[in-house]
């Protein structure tokens, strides 16, 4: 799993790496240019034109070397040189030094920045890194906002957009990338909802720095890759039999919003359950037996929601239940919720009105069995947690929330955010923006659901839903783009779990 460090930790583990090694901190940037290379080889052309902007330190480094890689593959590269009145870190000296003697290296004055006219289909920004420690000003914020505005053109930032904090929310301000590659591991910002503009899409590059230096650093945060997933699953054999696979419970539904707690069911069914129950208010029996057969029901006649009368069923049937989803808030539905966290105390989901329920009535917090998972969306978070100033805050929030009520917190949204009583917080890498999509959560919640009710531990029902969730909205919006629906996200999750190699 791929530790986030924090900018001021990214030097120190240089150091110590290159220390250790016995190699140069030259080989070091070599290392981090070539693999950037690799990668802009998979995805660009040679005709293409190339701008790469450096900056001074270590960063414009980074780029100078990257232009001379490129140059000498054969791309028609210009190299543009700023903040050259400030002393170049060692290795930006050496790499403009070794520059080759035919490639254009142009430095930026006031005026050049002002009146800068070039035809090019990429602009590289290798002007500041993590060492960035103050808003930007003079020439390089001329100079990012300048970039900022031409338009038609790819912009990639190196390691972090220039201009944003490494660990904090932007002041100021900072290059828009269409697409960021961050070195060994994502800088802790660019996982933040405000800076997603800025970010684009972010990718993640190794060079050769493996986790046990990053882990001497460790703040228990880390990036889930494909990697770590796959072995967290378990393994069924041709033996197992339904029991096996679990007998999950969703709860949920009222008189007109029945769809959410549908599809946490059938995406319960789809992540593998053995049996998937929901129970449902009166209303919603005719509606989830014609559309999802394969799920049991079970509800209380002639109801519109759920309510206490509910608490005489036996719960202890089920090895996981998830409750929330499209149930409303309703006072009854509330004294429902009440009675069941005090008498169920198995694997449990909170999800939805379920949440809603418990920032109206927070005194229900302290009946939560210990790591039950609570599936907010920044909104409902802040209804649990309170106001928060920006995501910074928000994710302290969360750890503290959890530490304190002993629950796992899953944070929804762009690189869900998995949060342990313990404080270790988890970045999912999959899913996007086609995911923003009414359903999306509910189905989240059956998944969660489903792994609990598999005997996966809290911590894998909780890594492996949120990743298989955000890789099956992938797989689904792959050719439905703006068009995907939440219904196409349940329909991918078997080619999610095939993509990991899992049967
Ligand atoms: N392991 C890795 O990830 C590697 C990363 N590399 C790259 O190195 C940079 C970090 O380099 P560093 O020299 O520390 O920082 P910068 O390039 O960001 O520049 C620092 C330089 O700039 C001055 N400065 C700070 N704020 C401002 C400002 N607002 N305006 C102007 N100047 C500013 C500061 O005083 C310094 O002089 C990392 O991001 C990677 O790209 C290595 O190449 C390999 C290993
Ligand atoms: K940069």
């Known amino acids: 799993m791929l530790e986030i460090i924090s900018g001021i930790s990214v030097k120190k583990v240089d150091e110590g790496f290159v220390l ?27 005709n293409d034109k190339v701008g790469i902007f450096c900056g001074h330190g270590n960063n414009g480094g980074d780029g100078l070397a990257i232009a001379r890689m490129l140059w000498r593959k054969g791309y028609d590269v210009i190299v543009f040189l700023v903040g050259e009145n400030n002393e170049p870190s060692p290795d930006c000296k050496l790499n403009r030094e070794l520059l080759p003697d035919k490639l254009p290296a142009l430095s930026m004055s006031h005026e050049d920045i002002a009146h800068m006219e070039y035809d090019l289909n990429i602009v590289v920004d290798a002007l500041l890194g993590v060492g960035i420690n103050r808003p930007l000003e003079g020439d390089y914020k001329n100079l990012v906002n300048k970039l900022n505005s031409l338009s ?43 800076h997603a503009n800025y970010v684009g899409q972010l990718k993640v590059v190794d060079i050769g720095i493996n986790q046990f230096y990053l882990s001497q650093f460790s703040e228990g945060k880390f990036y889930v890759q494909k990697k770590d997933i796959a072995l967290r699953h378990k393994n069924f054999s041709r033996f197992s039999h339904k029991g096996d696979f679990g007998k999950v419970m969703l709860v ?60 005489g069923y036996n719960f202890d049937r089920f090895d996981a239940v ?41 005194e229900q917090l302290s009946l939560l069995a210990d790591r039950s998972i609570l599936t907010p969306h920044l909104l409902e978070f802040e209804r649990l947690a309170g106001h928060c100033k920006n995501h910074k805050d928000r994710l302290q929030k969360a750890s503290d929330f959890s530490k304190k009520h002993k629950v796992i917190i899953v944070l929804k949204g762009a690189h869900t955010c998995i949060t342990f009583p313990d404080g270790r917080q988890f970045f999912n890498s999959t899913g996007n923006k086609h995911m923003a999509t009414g359903g999306s959560g509910d189905i989240l919640t059956g998944m969660i659901t489903s792994f609990l009710g598999q005997g996966y531990s809290f911590e894998n029902a909780a890594l492996c839903a949120v990743f298989h969730h955000g890789l099956s909205g992938e797989i689904a919006s792959a050719d439905k783009k703006r068009g995907t629906i939440a219904t196409d996200i349940i329909k991918s999750i078997p080619l999610s779990y095939l993509r990991l190699g899992i049967e």
């Open 252 to 311: 949920g539904g009222s008189f007109g919003s029945m769809g959410a707690i549908r599809m946490s069911s059938e995406a319960a069914l789809r992540t593998g359950s053995g049996l998937a129950c929901c129970m449902v208010p009166g209303c919603g029996v005719d509606i989830m037996q014609v559309s999802l057969p394969e799920a049991q029901v079970w509800a209380k006649k002639d109801s519109d929601c759920i309510d206490a009368d509910y608490l």
């Open 20 to 46: 250790d090694k016995g190699i140069s901190s030259h080989k070091l940037m070599e290392n981090a240019a070539l693999a950037f290379c690799n990668w802009f080889e998979r995805h660009y052309q040679r």
């Open 152 to 194: 038609g053109l790819t912009k990639i930032s190196i390691d972090i957009p220039t201009g944003l904090p490494s660990d904090d929310c932007l002041a100021g301000d900072a290059f828009i990338a269409d697409i960021t590659l961050s070195f060994q591991s994502p800088k802790f910002s660019l996982l933040f909802p405000e």
């Open 322 to 362: 998830g409750v929330g989803p499209g149930m409303g808030t309703h006072d009854t539905t509330a004294e429902f919720l009440r009675g069941f966290l005090t008498k169920y105390k198995g694997p449990i989901v909170v999800d939805a009105d379920g949440l809603n329920i418990l920032a109206k009535h927070p």
